[in-house]
Nanobody, 121 residues
Framework: QVQLVESGVGLVQAGGSLRLSCAAS????????MSWYRQAPGKQRELVAG???????VYVDSVGDRFTISRDNAKNTVYLQMNSLKPEDTAVYYC???????????????WGQGTQVTVSS
């Protein structure tokens, strides 16, 4: 089995910074894309940023250059550095990964448990 464990629960003031991390563990052969999503109260879950296995990042327009996604392939870990945080960034943040397990050739979709980020004004 595979698990994604997130860390970095935070309460921060507007303008502050926070770093989230998500580590994958289990019988992992390969991790393809890794991503961060978020879901605010009453809203749908949305993609925030993604990063391919070659390190190429993709960001949603609303986070602009405030957020930086990175990954450490040796540690099977993805990070999200969030700067200049705004109250509208308040949400539960989820990591997501496309993982190929040993004995399989097909990537499967895995989710972390979610971590709360609250930005006060």
């Amino acid at each position: 089995q595979v698990q994604l464990v997130e860390s970095g629960v935070g309460l921060v003031q507007a303008g502050g910074s926070l770093r989230l991390s998500c580590a994958a563990s289990g019988s992992i052969l390969r991790i393809d894309a890794m991503s961060w999503y978020r879901q605010a109260p009453g809203k749908q879950r949305e993609l925030v940023a993604g990063i391919l296995s070659n390190g190429r990042p993709v960001y949603v327009d609303s986070v602009g250059d405030r957020f930086t996604i990175s990954r450490d392939n040796a540690k099977n870990t993805v990070y999200l550095q969030m700067n200049s945080l705004k109250p509208e960034d308040t949400a539960v943040y989820y990591c997501n990964a496309d993982i190929v397990m040993f004995g399989s050739e097909v990537p499967e979709d895995y989710w972390g448990q979610g971590t709360q980020v609250t930005v006060s004004s």
